[in-house]
């Protein structure tokens, strides 16, 4: 069971960037393959982005203003969000699969084992 802990939420007005951090337990974080996700009130949780060893993944809401990357030296992944936009407002979810690779298709939080607790980030117009 990995534990993972996000950071880095908060208020931004609209065109502004943020730096999601997700830092994870244990020891063999450079075998997990990653993501994020998102929630808004009264929606579903959304796929923002993945990644595993050599391969990122992007939604299209998000392509071209988010970067999603990994430092397994420090056991955290990242989200470089820019060009925030008010539709962009949510929780922000990072979550782990305990393998590198996907066996379905990686936008579906069915793939992931272990959730963090999620941190609010708000966009102002």
């Known amino acids: 069971q990995v534990q993972l802990v996000e950071s880095g939420g908060e208020l931004v007005q609209a065109g502004g960037s943020l730096r999601l951090s997700c830092a994870a337990s244990?020891?063999?974080?450079?075998?997990?393959?990653m993501g994020w996700f998102r929630q808004a009130p009264g929606t579903e949780r959304a796929f923002v982005a993945a990644i595993t060893g050599s391969n990122r993944y992007y939604a299209e809401s998000v392509k071209g203003r988010c970067t999603i990357s990994r430092d397994n030296a420090k056991n955290t992944v990242y989200l470089q969000m820019n060009s925030l936009k008010p539709e962009d407002t949510a929780v922000y979810y990072c979550a782990a699969r305990g393998a590198i690779y996907f066996t379905g298709n990686y936008y579906s939080p069915q793939q992931y084992d272990n959730w963090g607790q999620g941190t609010q980030v708000t966009v102002s117009s």
């Open positions: 244990g020891r063999t974080f450079s075998r997990y393959a």
